[in-house]
């Protein structure tokens, strides 16, 4: 007993010969095609990327815009009379002022204990 239709068996028949994955993958392919030429046209329809020439430059001098470079000495904190002690607004803000000099090299240096990197085979405990 044979319920499919003669369209039924016919669809099934197309199917199973492989002719159905073929349309299938046409349809594929002609949709990617489409999304690909609508791309080419959005993309035609933008600006222009400049010119090098039209590209904002870099000033002159060797620094970036805003940044500044200068030397840090420890500011001298000021000393009290034994009588009286120092008031917090009688601080300043910062416990560095600028410096017209760079700090010697003796200064640059750091000579406390050595702590080591991982991996780098030492304890790091100063040895």
């Known amino acids: 007993m044979n319920t499919l239709s003669a ?63 200068e030397y840090r000495r420890p500011e001298v904190m000021p000393q009290s009379d034994g009588e009286h002690r120092l008031m917090p607004y009688q601080l300043k803000k910062s416990g560095t002022e600028t410096s017209p000099d760079p700090p010697s090299e003796e200064k640059r240096k750091w000579g406390g204990i050595s702590s080591g990197g991982f991996g780098s085979g030492g304890t790091g405990h100063g040895d």
């Open 7 to 69: 369209a039924e068996i016919l669809a099934a028949g197309v199917w199973q010969s492989g002719l159905g994955q073929v349309l299938g993958g046409l349809v594929i392919v002609a949709v990617l095609i489409g999304a690909v030429w609508l791309g080419f046209r959005v993309r035609d329809r933008e600006s222009a990327t400049p010119k090098p020439e039209e590209q904002p430059h870099r000033p002159e001098t060797d620094q970036l815009p805003g940044e500044m470079s």
